[in-house]
């Protein structure tokens, strides 16, 4: 199972900012470079949705425009999420993936947003 790995979750205040990572798997490195990727996230009682993806192109949910920002280094097989001025409705368990959307997932990464 081709999984990818997630980290930099936890808690931040209202227009507080976090840093997500994601590091590929290891069966991927070789086709890593040419991927369109992408963060993902799913909150309480709501489907998994796209914010943000990177390709020859950058692409980003209205929500989050403007607040975060996708980049990838190829050669570190990593791909981040800068999350800035963070509101209570990012909270979400954060996914990093292929596109279009695989059939499973990582483990994800938790944020939670709150005083």
């Known amino acids: 199972q081709v999984q990818f790995e997630e980290s930099g979750g936890g808690l931040a205040q209202p227009g507080g900012s976090l840093r997500l990572s994601c590091r590929a798997p290891?069966?991927?490195?070789?086709?890593?470079?040419?991927?369109?990727l992408g963060w993902y996230r799913q909150a309480p009682g709501k489907q998994r949705e796209l914010v943000a993806s990177i390709g020859r192109s950058t692409t980003y949910a209205d929500s989050v425009k403007g607040r975060f920002t996708i980049t990838r280094n190829n050669s570190r097989k990593t791909l981040w999420l800068q999350m800035n001025s963070l509101k209570a409705e990012d909270k979400a368990v954060y996914y990093c993936d292929t596109l279009p959307a695989p059939d499973s997932w990582g483990q994800g990464t938790q944020v939670t947003v709150s005083l």
């Open positions: 290891r069966a991927i490195f070789s086709v890593f470079a040419p991927l369109d």
